[in-house]
T-cell receptor, first 115, second 111 residues
Framework: NAGVTQTPKFQVLKTGQSMTLQCAQDMNHNSMYWYRQDPGMGLRLIYY???????DKGEVPNGYNVSRLNKREFSLRLESAAPSQTSVYFCASSETTGRSYEKLFFGSGTQLSVL | LAKTTQPISMDSYEGQEVNITCSHN???????ITWYQQFPSQGPRFIIQGYKTKVTNEVASLFIPADRKSSTLSLPRVSLSDTAVYYC????????????FGDGTTLTVKP
């Protein structure tokens, strides 16, 4: 049981280049999230998807787009990378159930550097 | 979204009990309190969650007073491997990821 898998683990881009970060979960979770974490700071929510077919903006969505490809996969795209997007990106998933409070399950992260 | 305030850092020694307090003065009636642990180069990992009073699991206890304006994560008999950043989140029962991560508390356990 792999949990939440992110690819790639490391990436270096030049300013203006585009790329897509991939995330897949095998826990049959409804909700998926993308965060960024800058050095010495907490995680900030970029986008989330409460269920397949829906996406919503989080705290810091500018410069990013997302696609909920199916229930398992949620990708994050940088159309024109900027140095300010240098960060560690984490994908997470959670299960929406009737009564219990959700727990977040995180991937191991993608270290992105934009030169 | 409820804002949380935690100490930036704490030091402890192996074998001691560590208590990390989180303030959340504007917690809403339906909000839950959840704590996560993050090691370097890893994603956060769920530790414990609760709504009121006391919750205990195999790794920690969570104490929540009646007014729910704060909470305390208690780690019994810490070891070097407990050195990590600890985050307190307050948020809705559903869409847990919409809860705001603060800057967390860096706990350093010394031998």
């Amino acid at each position: 049981n792999a949990g939440v898998t992110q690819t790639p683990k490391f990436q270096v881009l030049k300013t203006g280049q585009s790329m897509t970060l991939q995330c897949a979960q095998d826990m049959n979770h409804n909700s998926m999230y993308w965060y960024r974490q800058d050095p010495g700071m907490g995680l900030r929510l970029i986008y989330y998807s409460a269920s397949e077919g829906t996406t919503d903006k989080g705290e810091v969505p500018n410069g990013y787009n997302v696609s909920r490809l199916n229930k398992r996969e949620f990708s994050l795209r940088l159309e024109s990378a900027a140095p300010s997007q240098t960060s560690v990106y984490f994908c997470a998933s959670s299960e929406t159930t009737g009564r219990s409070y959700e727990k977040l399950f995180f991937g191991s992260g993608t270290q992105l550097s934009v030169l | 979204l409820a804002k949380t305030t935690q100490p930036i850092s704490m030091d402890s020694y192996e074998g001691q009990e560590v208590n990390i307090t989180c303030s959340h003065n504007n917690i809403a009636t339906n909000d839950y309190i959840t704590w996560y642990q993050q090691f370097p180069s890893q994603g956060p990992r769920f530790i414990i969650q609760g709504y009121k009073t006391k919750v205990t699991n195999e790794v920690a206890s969570l104490f929540i007073p009646a007014d729910r304006k704060s909470s305390t994560l208690s780690l019994p008999r810490v070891s070097l491997s407990d050195t990590a950043v600890y985050y307190c989140l307050v948020g809705e029962r559903t869409n847990a990821g919409k809860s705001t991560f603060g800057d967390g508390t860096t706990l350093t356990v010394k031998p």
